[in-house]
């Protein structure tokens, strides 16, 4: 009977335990930024940092990258018409992280100053969730 109580217990602590650990890793939040150049293009376009709603990392890996990178891409060949774009996404955890290494991208960009940094439509652009 103790044997029962204590293996009871030792399995109520390890349910708790791992709920802790599932919930400690679905609680923070995505932010993403997307990036677009062209080889014949002196513009690079930026969009603002975006927070995921129900996204989560996966083994410090965003699901679906490549989706959120043909969403930009789309946008930019539909609604600007520029075409033979280049695009890519950021993320992280933490805002003040993935801010840093914008300002270090963008910094890099306009050293020579042969580049134009322009922002995307805040307004007209956000990433989506891709379907899964």
């Not at 002196?42 to 679906?64: A, C």
Request: charged share 25%; glycine share 4%.
């Amino acid at each position: 009977m103790k044997s029962i109580k204590i293996l009871c217990s030792l399995l109520l602590v390890l349910m708790v335990c791992s709920a802790f650990s599932l919930k400690g890793s679905k609680d923070k939040s995505v932010y993403i930024v997307g990036v677009s150049a062209s080889f014949t293009d002196s513009l690079v376009y930026f969009t603002e940092i975006q927070e995921m709603d129900s996204v989560w990392l996966d083994n410090k890996m965003l699901p679906g990258r490549s989706q959120y990178s043909y969403q930009l891409k789309n946008y930019l060949e539909n609604e600007e018409g520029l075409m033979n774009r280049t695009c890519f996404v950021y993320f992280s955890n933490s805002r003040k992280k993935l801010q840093k290494s914008v300002n270090k991208m963008k910094a890099k960009y306009q050293k020579g100053k042969t580049l134009l940094i322009r922002e995307v439509n805040p307004n007209a652009f956000k990433f989506k969730k891709p379907e899964e």
